[in-house]
């Protein structure tokens, strides 16, 4: 069996505790991963600490080369990354070679570092007075990731966080650590100092010594909103910085003038890409007007039906397997609550058995209609291929869906008219928005981030809010006195009046 490791200094020792890492395709344990502890993170504490000052005083061009340097690497690398990925995730090829390269995109932006950290100036904010402000890195900083996107959310956040000087300890997901691990070893191979970036892994436990560890100035959290809300709270308790991104349910408004040809050919891949594991997928679609639902409805039917589920390494296959059997036993657990609670089931993906493969863990494509806000199926993150139509009556009620659900992480708005996209997009309580764009990621140099639910904190991920999550900013004000004599009280605060 193989056995994955921690990628720390001075390695890692036998594990107490692992876990199993599943073969989504062919069902089963393909790999253990070890789940680590207070000892193994505070050793890792330690390389860090003693490595970080050094990286933090080289120079911002020199730490940009070693971006640019690991962007060949993992280019060169990206056929076995993305077999690596999809064969502990489910995703298709394709797919996987895109979470790598989502993350290469903030790398790219790290590689332009020395700009953005150029800081701020004023000459004469007072006599002889100038202002400067410069920004420090916070030290050490940590990222809890989920295992929906291996590599481009460990990506997101080491990326600005070693850029800026900081050193950096990764926890990715235990259910598919390998790309995680990978992606540690092209970092060192690129050039990073030892303890500049290190790779634990673990549980609540690992997690726990995380958030408490007085040494860990800064935590970035990605994965399911009760646990970012708890390690909102318990980091912050310890005095730490903590960006915690959560769940997600987000909605695709069909105004009555849209081309629903490219609405239907946008949902199959927001809905049923990543066999509906991810956050910015398009679960819920909302059409306005009963004349819009049907026909949204009759056109989505031969496209569900078209849709091709296979194994990761079929390059014909639309999406792939979930995760782990227990992952597939509860969004199927979310189908049936659907029907329980009167949603009309309209295609059901349960039962799904792929020839060949009868213990991977496959689950066809799911569609419900009529589905209403008060249904427990519609107020929950379900993370499987299942697509629900909520009808609504006008853009009134169809803008109050994603606006008063307790998740706020993207939403999109399919239309021809400018006006009511403009006022969608300025109105809706959601983070991210997309008009006519289904899956509306912003580019690496914008932010990520949603809201209510769906993050804890207030500084999103990448561009210049990563950049300024992972770093303080110092103002310093200098005075120069040219020896003639001054005035005034010193016991009254300055001013530059
Ligand atoms: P998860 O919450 O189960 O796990 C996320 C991380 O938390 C993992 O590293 C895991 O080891 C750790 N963890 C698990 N249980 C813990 C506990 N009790 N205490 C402390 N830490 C614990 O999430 P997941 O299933 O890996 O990922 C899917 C979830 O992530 C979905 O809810 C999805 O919407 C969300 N997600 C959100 C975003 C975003 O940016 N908002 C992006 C991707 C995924």
Known sequence: MRQIDHLIVGGAGAAARTSEVFDPNN????????????????????????AQPAWAATNPQRRARIMFKFKELVEANMDELAHMLSSEHGKVIADSKGDVQRGLEVIEFCCGIPHVLKGEYTQGAGPGIDVYSMRQPIGIGAGITPFNFPAMIPMWMFGPAIATGNAFILKPSERDPSVPVRLTELMLEAGLPEGILQCVHGDKEMVDAILDHPAIGGVSFVGSSDIAHYVYNRGVAAGKR????????????????????????????????????????????????????????????????????????????????????AHKERVEGWIQKGVDEGAELVVD???????????????????????????????????????????????????????????????????????????????????????????????????????????????????????????????ITQRWPDGSPEGGNAFVIPTMG
């Not at 789940?35 to 993170?41: I, Q, W």
């Not at 209403?372 to 109050?400: C, H, W």
Request: proline share 6%; charged share 20%; glycine share 12%.
């Open 242 to 325: 903590v960006q915690a991104m959560g769940g997600a349910k987000n909605h695709g408004i069909v105004m009555p003038d849209a081309d629903l040809d490219q609405v239907v050919n946008d949902l199959s891949g927001a809905a049923f890409g990543s066999a509906g594991e991810r956050c910015m997928a398009l679960p819920v679609v909302v059409p306005v007007g009963e004349d819009t639902a049907d026909r949204l409805r009759e056109k989505l039917l031969p496209a569900i039906d078209a849709l091709r589920v296979g194994i990761s390494t079929d390059e014909e296959a639309h999406y792939g397997p979930v995760v782990n059997q």
């Open 27 to 50: 069902g089963g344990v393909q790999a253990t991963v070890p789940l680590g502890d207070a000892a193994l993170l505070e050793k890792a504490v330690q390389a860090a600490q003693a």
């Open 349 to 475: 993906g349960r039962g799904f058995s792929l020839q060949g493969h009868e213990d991977g863990y496959f689950i066809g494509p799911s569609l419900f209609d009529r589905v209403t806000p008060d249904m427990e199926s519609y107020k929950e993150e379900i993370f499987g291929p299942v697509l629900q139509i909520v009808r609504a009556n006008d853009f009134e009620e169809a803008l109050s869906l994603p606006s008063q659900h307790q998740y706020g992480n993207g939403v999109a708005i399919f239309t021809r008219n400018g006006n009511a996209a403009r006022e969608f997009a300025a109105r809706v309580n959601v983070g991210m928005v997309g008009i006519n764009v289904p899956i509306p990621v912003p580019v690496a140099y914008h932010s990520f981030g949603g809201w209510k639910r769906s993050a804890f904190g207030d500084t999103n991920q990448h561009g210049m809010e990563g950049v300024k999550f992972w770093t303080k900013v110092k103002t």
